[in-house]
T-cell receptor, first 115, second 123 residues
Framework: SQKIEQNSEALNIQEGKTATLTCNYT??????LQWYRQDPGRGPVFLLLIRENEKEKRKERLKVTFDTTLKQSLFHITASQPADSATYLCAFRRGYGGSQGNLIFGKGTKLSVKP | DTGVSQNPRHKITKRGQNVTFRCDPISEHNRLYWYRQTLGQGPEFLTYFQNEAQLEKSRLLSDRFSAERPKGSFSTLEIQRTEQGDSAMYLCASSPTGTGGQTRGFYSGNTIYFGEGSWLTVV
């Protein structure tokens, strides 16, 4: 069955550095992959979506890459700030026949940015 | 606030009791989803509605769980005879119908918008 893994449970970096989070998946490549931010006790908030035919997507200080050969997506936050501290989740749609909201989520990586 | 609204935000109940959560989606969204999230895990899909029709159910949704969306607007998730293992955050999300068309036989993946969640603690 399709699986998704976020290799690091936690990532600690210094303010101003670039944070890089990894998401790996098994079996077939999904049509698209999404990244969400989740603050403690809150629901996930959508950040970026990247399609399988896109190598890279950017939004302000965020950058996502999608490598279907490596079966991996990387999520970068440049010039990180303490306010970026949160858990970041990657997700993709389960299968080809299901709804777009039937997403498989990774466990998330908790990012801590120290001032 | 025009986001997804969930009530109650927190619920503590005794094992064996029934609980019901309500979700009000974003008004123009006809798709509604329920997820469950436990500590240290990502959200897990439970079920999905398009308008009032329940189109998908996860095997996680045991017969003690029932979800409804009678008029295609708000939805309720009821858990009967709660167990300690039901303790989790129950997340509701909504999305509009995909307008991007289909590529290679599936949707292009519109964003889904989550509510703040309803925390359930079964004691």
């Amino acid at each position: 069955s399709q699986k998704i893994e976020q290799n690091s449970e936690a990532l600690n970096i210094q303010e101003g550095k670039t944070a890089t989070l990894t998401c790996n998946y098994t079996n077939y490549s999904p049509a698209y992959l999404q990244w969400y931010r989740q603050d403690p006790g809150r629901g996930p908030v959508f950040l970026l979506l990247i399609r399988e035919n896109e190598k890279e997507k950017r939004k302000e200080r965020l950058k996502v890459t999608f490598d279907t050969t490596l079966k991996q997506s990387l999520f970068h936050i440049t010039a990180s700030q303490p306010a970026d501290s949160a858990t970041y989740l990657c997700a993709f749609r389960r299968g080809y026949g299901g709804s777009q909201g039937n997403l498989i989520f990774g466990k998330g990586t908790k990012l801590s940015v120290k001032p | 606030d025009t986001g997804v609204s969930q009530n109650p935000r927190h619920k503590i109940t005794k094992r064996g009791q029934n609980v019901t959560f309500r979700c009000d989606p974003i008004s123009e969204h006809n798709r509604l989803y329920w997820y469950r999230q436990t500590l240290g895990q990502g959200p897990e899909f439970l079920t999905y509605f398009q308008n009032e029709a329940q189109l998908e159910k996860s095997r996680l949704l045991s017969d003690r769980f029932s979800a409804e969306r009678p008029k295609g607007s708000f939805s309720t998730l009821e858990i009967q005879r709660t167990e300690q293992g039901d303790s989790a955050m129950y997340l509701c999300a909504s999305s509009p119908t995909g307008t991007g068309g289909q590529t290679r036989g599936f949707y292009s993946g519109n964003t889904i918008y989550f509510g703040e969640g309803s925390w359930l603690t079964v004691v």
